[in-house]
């Protein structure tokens, strides 16, 4: 059982920067990868960015150069920072944690969601 928790979202204006922030709590031992996934109306779910526990990155292309994800290993914690942000950004962002069992099974724990509008 892992309960994640979103912050940071809003309303920007073209051109402007917004931090995301995913703090994971209850079963967080043996967290392999975070990320950040966004689902924009009518479009299907689509990943953004994703940083292993050995801080190992992964980025869309759409959002390379802009974005950058970071984790805290210690503060179960992730975050994403967005810069030169567009109306394609538009979203609701998820955070994402993949969790490995002892038996060696991952399972996929989802945050409730965080909505980012760029907007003039």
């Known amino acids: 059982q892992v309960q994640l928790v979103e912050s940071g979202g809003g309303l920007v204006q073209p051109g402007g920067s917004l931090r995301l922030s995913c703090a994971a709590s209850?079963?967080?031992?043996?967290?392999?990868?975070m990320g950040w996934y966004r689902q924009a109306p009518g479009k299907q779910r689509e990943l953004v960015a994703t940083?292993?526990?050995?801080?190992?990155?992964n980025y869309a292309d759409s959002v390379k150069g802009r974005f950058t994800i970071s984790r805290d290993n210690a503060k179960n914690t992730v975050y994403l920072q967005m810069n030169s942000l567009k109306p394609e950004d538009t979203a609701v962002y998820y955070c994402?944690?993949?969790?490995?069992?002892?038996?060696?099974?991952?399972?996929?724990?989802w945050g409730q969601g965080t909505q980012v509008t760029v907007s003039s």
């Open positions: 994402n944690a993949r969790r490995r069992n002892t038996a060696g099974v991952e399972y996929d724990y």
């Open positions: 209850g079963s967080i031992f043996r967290i392999y990868t």
């Open positions: 940083i292993t526990s050995g801080f190992s990155t």
